[in-house]
């Protein structure tokens, strides 16, 4: 049950699975790491994409976006990543957030592998 509970932890803030299992700094760097790329993305003017059906690959942007949830749900919450395509810089930005949300889920399998004891 530790292993679950690492795992869900560290989805939903970025590090916290490795700090909940006494690795502070593997977690901090994590949760500064992940924090950075988002708001470098966010600053870009990078979109975080809601769940919609209309276009399979923005279903595919929601779920890498939801890799990291706290970031996902603040954004829904204070209306933060909401896209200008004008800028040049959108589809990095966009890319950022999306891979920080996928680095996210490596960082969460992470600390269930270090739970179940497979790694250190």
Known sequence: ????????????V????????????????FFVS???????????????????????????????DLGNFLIYALARLLTLGQGSLERVTFEFGTAYIAGAG???????LDAYDIAKGKKR
């Not at 049950?1 to 939903?12: F, H, N, V």
């Not at 992940?34 to 003017?45: H, Q, R």
């Not at 996928?102 to 969460?108: D, F, K, Q, R, V």
């Open 1 to 12: 049950m530790k292993e679950i509970s690492c795992l869900i932890a560290g989805w939903l």
């Open 14 to 29: 970025p590090g916290l699975g490795h700090v909940l299992q006494k690795k502070l700094w593997t977690g901090v760097a």
């Open 34 to 64: 992940i924090g950075a790329m988002t708001t470098i993305g966010l600053v870009m003017g990078g979109r975080i994409y809601p769940f919609q059906t209309d276009n399979p690959l923005t279903i595919l942007a929601f779920f890498a």
């Open 102 to 108: 996928l680095l996210n889920y490596l960082i969460a």
